[in-house]
């Protein structure tokens, strides 16, 4: 039993070890503009992520323009060269299958700014006010 365990503890970190890896890749050919873009040139882009399959077949790779502007044509400019990105990344990891590459938004500060506010939203603070009071009685 403790053997089944520890694979798929240790397929895990396969996993998250890939994805730092094809993360690092995307990141470095980027900043090196291997791939030339009018998008990429416009906004510098960073990678918070890469979500890889259990397979290691394919990559998510998430993507945020700095400043947040030109999100979408970032994508889109992304996405029409996965091919060539996806050559580039093969050359640099140590790999049996170069993993397909998908290109999404990292939507994930928004959702904390998002967070942020609502806990620092007036109600909140009443609420929490209110739940200490009731804890005294």
């Known amino acids: 039993m403790s053997r089944s365990l520890s694979k798929s503890h240790a397929g895990s ?7 730092e890896l094809v993360r690092h890749a995307v990141a470095d050919i980027l900043a090196r503009g291997e791939v030339r873009d009018e998008a990429f040139d416009r906004h510098p882009l960073t990678v918070p992520a890469v979500r890889m399959s259990p397979d290691l077949k394919l990559a998510t790779v998430l993507v945020m323009p700095l400043g947040g502007k030109g999100a979408g044509a970032t994508v ?3 996405e029409r060269h996965k091919k060539e990105l996806r050559t580039l990344v093969a050359r640099r990891i140590n790999l049996k299958f170069a993993p397909e590459l998908r290109f999404a938004l990292d939507m994930s ?3 904390q700014a998002r967070m942020d506010a609502l806990l620092k939203s007036p109600a909140v603070a009443r609420d929490l006010k209110d739940a200490g009071g009731e804890d005294k009685e």
């Not at 970190?13 to 994805?19: A, K, L, Y």
């Open 109 to 111: 500060f928004d959702d």
């Open 76 to 78: 889109e400019a992304l």
């Open 13 to 19: 970190h396969r996993i998250e070890r890939v994805g």
